[in-house]
């Protein structure tokens, strides 16, 4: 076991990071390939995605850990965020949407795109086992919400040069944006599941690609659109409003989270070595 | 034989100035080393070095090498060091891991992977070296400030490193805490062999059993060598030092019992200042003030008058009501007995962090004065009275305990309140911030403020108070001139011990101005 985790080291993270997507997409867009009827919704499958989804989030949490990019202060920062991110999902905002998009959105921007995929996951994990949301909606939860959080920190390492105020309209903007982006994503793991109701919304795995698609957004459009719009003024009107201190509170504890030693030769022609 | 080597060190944390210059110094093993120097001078760095926290999680850029039991930090991290060097904090709060004191010294232990029977014994070794063995069962949020800096000393040394670095370990304690903290390191050195390297502002306690000293100024070492070698032109030297270094002692006292031979000798005339009694009108007063929590009674029928310029010095231990008292003045507590207000107060209370929420220094102010709508220009009076004003767009959460303090009371003090109470306010200052306090306090009295200090620092209260009550058990016993209160009590300060009736050096004053002439 102590040699495997060694090994581990070698690997770098951005595997795991990467296979975050790879997964994600096959996790979701299964109904759009797919042409075998039979899979009772998620019945069947939903245990591989809950497993590799849980071996995602641990393996990127073990890499972090053997490769001593992360601090004990820096697992705390976090696990503080991933409770308080956890919690706000109790907060339903008013008109519709979840209470825990802003400071995900936020702590990623200020933390960066690693730290966003962690906190999504634990977070989501957190805010699962909080609600009573445990289920097999969790792992795909889970993906969706640590792709927000990749992007939103992507996003942050560039606009940490604006202004704190065309930041924060920047990050609303992407708030807005993330609402329908999730919504649009995360009803696809039950979409499936309303093959029989026979509707002209409803999936039916005997259509191809162009009107699977089609038929998936006259389903979105009527049943959760209206939902996500709410969800989505919702959130750029917290980013934009509490944006800016919560952004200098993270960002001064930024550094802690991995910090960066260059450790500089003492021979005269002193070399930099990251 | 070397447990820690500093090697031509240079560092800088990022996006900061240098932090430590070109730090060359070896700590031979077994050997107590002092770190000196003003806030910012580079002790904290330069002793987190020693196990590797700068620059592993600090981050920044690191020039150099330090190579603690043969081990270089460059390629070790904290956690590699963990059974060679023991850290311990400023504040013994952020130590605990565990809500139980056994139980967190064996956690370090459990993370070393230690089989169960060896940390058994460990533990209890762990225990008796520190003399807490009787508060094995308690939950460290319950105890005392020194019975928890000695639990995380515990917990620092239970790996068994060979040095023990301590940043500050008694600068949030009361008198008794730092002193049972300081008897328990002179055991581990003594008894044990322990290599003991730290930064601290009492000296009269740890001076006389250091073996080297090195001052830092810049972040470069400007002195070192023995204590004694050191200390006759340093800021933060014992008083007994710096009287003996005006008075051209040799060898330089480090506390009273050295100094008193000398005392023998003629010794100058002492022309204390002339005792200044306030007797302006009068803007508080308390009669038979008494406040019960409980069935106890914190503060019992106790009568004070503040008159404009009084600064009364409030003594007495730990739970003698003195925090009580200040709060019931400020009218914060459920109180009987009468209190007359004819001016506004103000009150900082012992922890600065709760008082402080904006993100730079000048915002902090500027919030007191927006909400009370008191005078702009009351910010810059206050940053310059306190010595705040390099430190205005700093953020309050990065400065020393000593800074945070300063801005906490200038932060009360914007509102315009002629009142001021200030609840322990020298806890972590170092002899520059002390010396900005007095001269604040000074200054806020002399223009008809009044001042009302919880301490326990005698010195503070010998170099400031007009009057002087001591409290116990929420009783006032004592109550009067600094000079009468103080002299022949267990309480005196250094000074007034070694040359009465001085009470600070600046009842020297015209004394060696008339020397040099």
Known sequence: MTSFLSSLRKIPPAVVYLAIPIVGTAAFSWPFWIDTKGNAGH?????????????????????????????????????????????????????????????????AAALGPRCGVLLAFAAMAAGGVITGGVGPWLPFQMLALAVVGAFAGLLGNLTSHLRPRAETMVLGFYGFIAAFAYGLVINLWDWPLRESSGSDIAFNSSLGFADTVGTYWRFYTATSLAWDGAGAIANSIIIVSVGTPVLLALRRVQHRISPSVYFVETTADATVTP | MTSIDFRSVSFSYPHGSQALRDITKSISDGSVTLVLGESGSGKSTMLRCANGLVPHSSGGTFTGDVVVAGRSIRSHHPRDLTDVVGFVHQDPEAHFVVDHVEGDIAFALENLGMAPIAMRRRVEEVLDALGIAHLRDRDPATLSGGEKQRCAIAGAIAAAPTALVLDEPTSQLDPQGADDVIAALVRLNHDLGCTIMMAEHRLERVATFADLSIRLDAGAIVASGEPRAILGTYDGAPIVTQLGAVLGWHPLPLNVREAKPFVANPVPRVSPRDEHVPNGRVL????????????????????????????????????????????????????????????????????????????????ELATTVRMLRSDQSLIDIWLERLALTSHSSRHPRDLSGGERQRVAIAAVAVGGPEILLLDEPTRGMDARSRDALVRAVEAHSARGGAVVIATHDVELAAACATSVVVLADGEKIADGSPRDVLTGSMFAPPLLRVLPPALTLRDLADLHSSEKS
């Not at chain 2, 106790?302 to 009364?312: F, N």
């Open chain 1, 43 to 107: 019945s069947a499958d939903a245990w591989i995605w809950a497993a590799l989804v849980s071996a995602l989030a641990v393996g990127a949490v073990a890499l972090e850990l053997k490769r001593a990019s992360m601090t004990a202060a820096g697992i705390a920062i976090l696990g503080v965020l991933a409770s308080m991110t956890g919690l706000l999902r109790i907060v339903d905002l008013p008109g519709g949407g979840s209470g825990m998009f802003f400071l995900l959105i936020l702590a």
């Open chain 2, 284 to 363: 508080l007063e308390a009669r038979d003030l008494t406040v019960t929590y409980n069935v106890r009674r914190a503060v019992a029928s106790v009568d004070i008058q503040l008159c404009e310029g009084s600064v009364i010095a409030v003594l007495g231990r730990n739970g003698a009501g003195k925090s009580t008292l200040l709060r019931s003045l400020a009218g914060l507590v459920r109180h009987s007995g009468s209190i007359e207000r004819n001016a506004r107060v103000g009150f900082v209370p012992q922890n600065p962090n709760d008082l402080l929420h904006a993100s730079t220094v000048r915002a």
